[in-house]
């Protein structure tokens, strides 16, 4: 069964950075790529940034392109989330999701598995 557990999150000032991580169960990172999706208050969920399981290729949204990074330990079961120059246009629920289509330059937040999200507030 897939797992998919987020933490990281918290209060940031503008600027600032964050590690999120996403701890998944037992071959989850072999068989699915895992992507990192948002949703902000009032908006439609959205994807941030995803990594294949085949080549660890790495995607983003043009929203964080050069602020965000991505990156995954298989040892460890867990893919990160570095962001930094943080905004208050990033604060959302952040997810980590599994088994979705495609993990490419759009990713759909569409998955049939789901963390439980971590809040990301960046504000003064």
């Known amino acids: 069964q897939v797992q998919l557990v987020e933490s990281g999150g918290g209060l940031v000032q503008p600027g600032g950075s964050l590690r999120l991580s996403c701890a998944a169960s037992?071959?989850?990172?072999?068989?699915?790529?895992i992507g990192w999706f948002r949703q902000a208050p009032g908006k439609e969920r959205e994807g941030v940034s995803c990594?294949?399981?085949?080549?660890?290729?790495?995607y983003y949204a043009d929203s964080v392109k050069g602020r965000f990074t991505i990156s995954r330990d298989k040892p460890k079961k867990t893919v990160y989330l570095h962001m930094n120059s943080l905004e208050p246009e990033d604060t959302a629920v952040y997810y980590c999701?599994?088994?979705?289509?495609?993990?490419?330059?759009?990713?759909?937040?569409?998955?049939?598995?789901w963390g439980q999200g971590t809040q990301v507030t960046v504000s003064l």
């Open positions: 990594i294949s399981n085949k080549d660890s290729t790495t």
């Open positions: 037992e071959f989850t990172l072999d068989y699915y790529a």
């Open positions: 999701a599994a088994d979705f289509q495609p993990c490419g330059p759009s990713i759909l937040p569409f998955a049939t598995y």
